[in-house]
Nanobody, 120 residues
Framework: QVQLVESGGGLVQPGGSLRLSCVAS????????MGWYRQAPGKQRELVAT???????NYADSVKGRFTISRDNAKNTMTLQMNSLQPEDAAVYSC??????????????WGRGTQVTVTS
């Protein structure tokens, strides 16, 4: 099993910044992709940003230029630097990892999420 734990959520004013972190642990052979998703009340979960093991990034149009994803493959950690936060960014942000576990196969794992609140 792989466990993902997020941290760093909180409450900020519009225009403020937060840095989210995700730590992966467990029976990991390789993590091919890691990413952040978010879900606001009444809405479906949506992609925020992803990063491959080789460093290729993908961002939702709504966060380009404001959010930056990074990862440390050696430590199995990932961060999301969020700047210029707006009320529409408020959501539960969840960490996702696409992993290969030796002798088992490919799986997607999710963290339990961290709350980001942006005041109006």
């Amino acid at each position: 099993q792989v466990q993902l734990v997020e941290s760093g959520g909180g409450l900020v004013q519009p225009g403020g910044s937060l840095r989210l972190s995700c730590v992966a642990s467990g029976s990991i052979f390789i993590i091919y992709g890691m990413g952040w998703y978010r879900q606001a009340p009444g809405k479906q979960r949506e992609l925020v940003a992803t990063m491959t093991r080789g460093g290729t990034t993908n961002y939702a149009d709504s966060v380009k230029g404001r959010f930056t994803i990074s990862r440390d493959n050696a430590k199995n950690t990932m961060t999301l630097q969020m700047n210029s936060l707006q009320p529409e960014d408020a959501a539960v942000y969840s960490c996702n990892a696409h992993v290969v576990i030796t002798s088992k196969g490919e799986y997607n794992y999710w963290g339990r999420g961290t709350q980001v609140t942006v005041t109006s």
